[in-house]
Structures are given as structure tokens and as C-alpha cells.
């Protein structure tokens, strides 16, 4: 369960945490501390493919652009803060891996509930603007991550994604040294990460040491095979994995959850009650967000808050009413502006379990 130290500092800063079992150091949120429009750092879910690396001596770290640029440059952290603007960008972090734990049959990986997602104010600077100074060349496709973090057996980096150019390109792609206007902790990636709204959490790339434009999709780390990759088609368990029919997950789906009631909880019999919760997409924006209870035959449509920002959760809210003795299911749905709505039931299964964005259920008592 990842180094002791790590485990007991974890534990120290943010007591509320679900320690997930594995050897490296993974903990969720538990969804009644998600109710909140900012996740405060205490309950951020926290994610790690190896190990955490000991903390840098920020005055010698340095982070490397290379690859497809006119002129690789390295940059000092007071230097990335001099040069360029500083921006403050809202956004949720979820991992591709959030909700795994809902698939039938289970899949490979870690047994996230609802909790591996949250939303943060990050702040930094625009990606596009340090890949502005180094200049761009023509053939650049794709970043390439790159973090001194190791798989636990040590041979091999833990993780090290990428991003389409025309995401790292988005004005509010940064590269973050701040999360809820404090310095960024280290198990969140100090002294600084990539931060990319609306792509899952894999390609945020923690405690950053190098970014290389490359001329195609990246190959390292955790890219390949069926990581972080969703088959074009949909398969069934047991069905043959041709790595060939998978493609890289860009995008998260549109999503929600309910942070309250709680699920399970008891309620006032007859006397409306309030569902409430988050809503949010990474690929078309969110459009509107319905509840039910009587197990999707029917919706309504839920109140939305407006957007503030673009990959900024939206509070959505309905009234229910639940009978005396009464056991009843509420279901959240959401739906983004291309029509793609959360599934009912199962998001299409996968092996490696990703996206599991069906909508969320819970149940109380009258
Ligand atoms: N260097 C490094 N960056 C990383 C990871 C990692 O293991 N090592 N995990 C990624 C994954 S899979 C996720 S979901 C997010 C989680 O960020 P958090 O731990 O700050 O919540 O970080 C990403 N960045
Ligand atoms: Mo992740």
C-alpha cells in the first residue's frame, strides 16, 4: 500500500480518504465530501502508478521541452513564472479509472468507486505559450509526458502519457503549480503538473520533469496495449484483445453524481427532498442532467446551475418524494450537447475497465 511514510502523511492529510488496496498509494474521495463546488485538497482523491517521488530542490529542477521544436530550452520554475502569464483555470480531474468498480463482470485494475474525481482551481501557465517560445514545428502531433515517478519494481517509468497538439494548444491546458490557491502538495505533483481539462486524469502529469513534441501519437509508458484504451468496438468478457482494434482515451464522457442525499440514507417521509449533485463532460459540453425514480422509465428534468467555466462541474438539483416505509431509487443522468447521454445501466464493458460514466444510483429510505 505504497511506502509506509507515504501512507501515514496521506492519512494525516486527508483523513476522510478510502485507501485503495495495491501496493502503490491510491485513495478516494467518499462522495458526500464531493458536495462542494471546489474540492478542497484535504479530500482530493490522490493517484499513483508507482512510486512518489522524494520532494525536488525546486532552485535546481527544471522542466525540458524538446522533440518537435525549433529550439529545446529547459526552464527554472521562477523563470516559467516571470516569462509568462499566470492563469487560474477551474476544472475537474477524474480519472479514466473512476467507477470501475461498477462493471459486471469486474475488470482488471483498481476497484475505484465514484470518488476518483474532483474539481480544483489550477493555477500556472498556458502550455501553448512555453511550446510558443520554443516554437511549434509543423509536424509536432503529439506531447509526450515524462516524471521521475518509477513503476514499483523500479524498471521502468510509472507513467508517462500525452496529448493530441490541439489539446496541449488549448488555451487552458497549463502547466499548474498551484491547486486551490496553494502551492501544489506533493502527492499532487509538486513542484509542477500538467493540467488538461476534459482529458482523463492519466495525462496530468504529475511532478513534471520533460515535455517532447513528437511527430506521432506517444508511445511511453502506460500509452500501449490496452492501457488507458478503449476498445473501438464493444467487447464481452473472455471475447480475444487485438491491441490494434483499441484507441487512446482523449476524452472524458459526460458524467454525474449525486452528493446528496447520501445513498442509503433515511428521509423525511412525504415532505419533498432535495437530490443534488455534479454534473460535468470532457467531450461535448454538458447540456442538461434528469432524475428518476422509478428506475429510468421516466425523467425529469433536473435544475442546472449555469456554466461558469467551461470544464467546471454544474450543480444540478430536483425535488423527490419518498413514501412512508417507502425504499426509494433515485438515478442521475446527464447528457452533453451531441445528445450522448450516461447509460442507464452499464457503460459499455471493457477490459481494462475505463469511462464507467452509467449513471449513478442511490437509494432512500421514507
Ligand atoms: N508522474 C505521474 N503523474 C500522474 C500519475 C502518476 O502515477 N505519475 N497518475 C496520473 C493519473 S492516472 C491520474 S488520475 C492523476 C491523478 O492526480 P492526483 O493524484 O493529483 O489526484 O494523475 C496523473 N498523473
Ligand atoms: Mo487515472
Redesign the pocket.
Known amino acids: 500500500m505504497g511506502a509506509d511514510h507515504d501512507v501515514e502523511a496521506l492519512k494525516r492529510g486527508k483523513p476522510d480518504l478510502r485507501i485503495i488496496p495495491d501496493a502503490a498509494l491510491n485513495a478516494e474521495t467518499p462522495v458526500s465530501r464531493l458536495d462542494a463546488a471546489i474540492t478542497p485538497i484535504e479530500a482530493?482523491?490522490?493517484?499513483?502508478?508507482?512510486d512518489v517521488p522524494p520532494p525536488v530542490d525546486v532552485a535546481a529542477w527544471r522542466l525540458t521541452i524538446d522533440g518537435c521544436v525549433v529550439a529545446p530550452r529547459a526552464f527554472g520554475l521562477d523563470e516559467l513564472r516571470r516569462s509568462f502569464e499566470t492563469v487560474t483555470v477551474t476544472a475537474v480531474?477524474?480519472?479514466?479509472?473512476n467507477n470501475r468498480a461498477a462493471f459486471d463482470p469486474p475488470t482488471d485494475g483498481l476497484r475505484w468507486g465514484r470518488g476518483?474525481v474532483?474539481c480544483a482551481r489550477w493555477t500556472g501557465v498556458r502550455l501553448r505559450d512555453v511550446l510558443g517560445v520554443c516554437g511549434v514545428r509543423p509536424e509536432a502531433r503529439y506531447t509526450g509526458h515524462h516524471?521521475p515517478?518509477r513503476s514499483l519494481a523500479g524498471d521502468k517509468p510509472?507513467?508517462s502519457r500525452g496529448l493530441p497538439i490541439e489539446t496541449a494548444l488549448a488555451p487552458e491546458t497549463i502547466l499548474a503549480w498551484a491547486m486551490n490557491d496553494a502551492e501544489l502538495t506533493r502527492?499532487?505533483?509538486a513542484p509542477l503538473?500538467i493540467v488538461a481539462p476534459g482529458a482523463?486524469?492519466?495525462a496530468?502529469?504529475?511532478?513534471?520533469s520533460r515535455i517532447e513534441l513528437r511527430d506521432r501519437v506517444h508511445d511511453g509508458e502506460k500509452m500501449n496495449g490496452t492501457d488507458y484504451r478503449l476498445p473501438r468496438r464493444p467487447l464481452r468478457p473472455g471475447d480475444p484483445i487485438d491491441p490494434a482494434a483499441f484507441e487512446v482515451i482523449e476524452r472524458m464522457p459526460v458524467n454525474a453524481m449525486i452528493t446528496r442525499p447520501a445513498d442509503g440514507e433515511r428521509v423525511t417521509p412525504g415532505a419533498p427532498i432535495e437530490v443534488a449533485g455534479y454534473a460535468w463532460s470532457g467531450e461535448a459540453p454538458l447540456a442538461s442532467v434528469a432524475v428518476s425514480t422509478d428506475e429510468g422509465r421516466t425523467w425529469r428534468e433536473a435544475r442546472l446551475a449555469p456554466e461558469v467555466e467551461r470544464y467546471v462541474w454544474r450543480r444540478f438539483s430536483a425535488h423527490v418524494v419518498c413514501g412512508p416505509g417507502e425504499t426509494l431509487t433515485i438515478l442521475a443522468r446527464a447528457t452533453d450537447a451531441a445528445g450522448r447521454a450516461q447509460p442507464v445501466d452499464q457503460a459499455p464493458w471493457n477490459p481494462r475497465g475505463y469511462c464507467n460514466n452509467a449513471s449513478h444510483r442511490i437509494s432512500v429510505r421514507g
Open positions: 482530493f482523491f490522490v493517484r499513483n502508478n508507482g480531474l477524474e480519472c479514466a479509472g476518483a474532483g516524471a515517478d510509472a507513467i502527492l499532487h505533483g503538473r482523463p486524469g492519466s496530468w502529469q504529475k511532478w513534471l
